[in-house]
């Protein structure tokens, strides 16, 4: 198993939806850049990249499964190249329209039921003590540029400390 760790800010910086939807270009659907890379391939069995996010600062955590006989460094290496891809601006309007499509439905899906609603809004207001946050973000999430996914790759991701967690399973 491999997990990388990068810190950064919380959900009210204007850099929040930017992050939250570098996680979703890598690993967020069939066509994402690390699921067509990696677990398409068969290199991985599990796959994610998220920006998790709270009231203090958050992490953006990119976890992977490795098959068997598949390396470190070889999806190190993957990873790596696909976010330069999104540092260098490699993203299809195409793309960022999905990406940005299924998290709004997400966020307006949640208010199809009182009880998702309700742990939405109180998730929101937990973190940001604004009861009206996820509805403000829904703007937030429409405006991303593929200039902030670029900004957001660089400053957090790039230029920044990662903890790296590297698990091999005991041979027996």
């Known amino acids: 198993m491999l997990a990388v760790a990068w810190h950064i800010p919380n959900m009210l910086h204007p850099d ?3 992050l939250v939807i570098v996680g ?4 967020a659907g069939k066509t994402a850049l690390l699921n067509e890379r990696l677990l398409h391939t068969s290199k991985v069995t599990e796959l994610y990249a998220e ?3 709270c009231r203090d600062m958050g992490t953006f955590e990119f976890f992977a499964q490795l098959a068997t006989e598949v390396s470190f460094g070889e999806v190190e290496e993957i990873f790596q190249h696909a976010v330069a891809e999104l540092h260098e601006g490699k993203i299809s309007r195409d793309q960022m329209e999905i990406v940005k499509n299924n998290i709004l439905k997400d966020i307006y899906k949640s208010a199809t039921t009182p009880s998702s609603l309700a742990t939405r809004l109180g998730d929101g207001f937990i973190n940001t003590n604004d009861l009206a946050f996820q509805i403000k973000a829904i703007d937030r999430f429409e405006q991303v540029s593929v200039e902030d996914i670029r900004r957001a790759v660089e400053t957090y991701i790039l230029a920044a400390k990662s903890t ?9």
């Open 24 to 27: 979703k270009l890598l690993t």
């Open 16 to 18: 929040y939806a930017a």
């Open 164 to 172: 790296t967690i590297r698990l091999t399973p005991a041979r027996r």
């Open 51 to 53: 920006a998790y996010l």
